[in-house]
């Protein structure tokens, strides 16, 4: 094995605070969430991390709860990334396209490169009820995908899930195909799991997760939303999902991810389970 990473990142889930008292049916302790994050940076602030990611869920609901969670992040010495969850979208309508740039995203779905591994941030809310905002098309649209899925009897068929477009599996089929012939791996980071198959997955899910594993060179796909984790594999891609931090009163729940030639390990803090997925 070899002893040095390729590369370092640190990664959290589904933080989603607000300033707002504890659903204790739910184990969301909110406000708990802002400790969670500072004992998340401290900790990153050692390492030696390519950037730190957020799959998504920053916040549970309210437009003013961003602030008090991203002045957390900018003490950070590291490049901070986010992608969006389904309660990032739970703001004011008129808010709700503000969203993906109050978290500094370029766009919904977008990829960048670190140290030879080329990273796929997908949108998973892109077809959804809750980020439509005023659009009224997008609203139809996942209104009728939804009714379809609970017609089938989908166990994934719920308002909380959401979908992709066609048009975002064309891009991720040409950055899968870009990244081969440039001869790099592939690490995928969405907010919905995909495998094992359960009600919080997203309403793609198999046909992503086929497309991914379709592909050698895809080495992982990491995710939140499912504050229970979960792992599995298909083909030779592994699917790791990440504890939800909001779920416990003190207990942490966060992760650095080493990416090593022949496997990656995930060193897990509080609740979050460490793990070493060879290829």
């Not at 003490?75 to 739970?90: C, K, P, Q, V, W």
């Not at 709700?96 to 779905?109: D, I, K, Q, S």
């Not at 009728?144 to 992709?164: P, V």
């Not at 939800?244 to 991810?257: H, L, S």
């Amino acid at each position: 094995m070899t002893d040095e990473p390729l590369l370092s990142f640190g990664v959290i889930a589904d933080p989603q605070y607000a300033d707002q008292d504890d659903d204790l049916a739910m184990n969301r302790y909110f406000r708990n969430s802002l400790n969670k994050l500072a004992e998340a940076t401290a900790t990153f602030e050692s390492e030696d991390l390519s950037f730190i990611i957020t799959l998504g869920d920053l916040i549970d609901r309210g437009w003013q709860n961003f602030e008090a969670p991203l002045e957390i992040y900018r003490r950070s010495r590291h490049e901070i990334l986010f992608l969006a969850g389904n309660h990032d979208f739970l703001v004011e309508p008129e808010k709700v396209a503000e969203v993906r740039p109050r978290l500094g995203m370029p766009r919904g779905y977008y990829s960048f490169c670190r140290s030879g591994i080329r990273f796929l941030v997908v949108d998973g809310c892109e077809e959804s009820l809750f980020a439509a905002g005023l659009d009224e098309r997008i609203k139809a649209s996942a209104t009728e995908r939804l009714d379809n899925l609970i017609e089938q009897g989908a166990i994934n068929a719920k308002d909380w899930n959401a979908g992709m477009s066609q048009s975002q599996f064309v891009w991720i089929e040409s950055e899968l195909e870009t990244a081969r012939q440039k001869g790099q791996e592939v690490i995928v980071l969405g907010h919905y799991p995909l495998v094992p198959l359960t009600d919080h997955c997203l309403w793609d899910a198999d046909v992503l997760s086929d497309l991914l594993a379709r592909h050698a060179h895809v080495r992982a796909y990491l995710n939140g939303h499912d504050h229970r984790g979960g792992l599995g594999r298909q083909g030779d891609c592994w699917f790791v999902t990440f504890k939800g931090m909001v779920d416990t009163a003190q207990e942490n729940a966060f992760a650095i991810v080493d990416v090593f030639a022949d496997r990656l390990k995930i060193r897990g803090f509080g609740r979050e389970l460490s793990r070493s997925l060879d290829r």
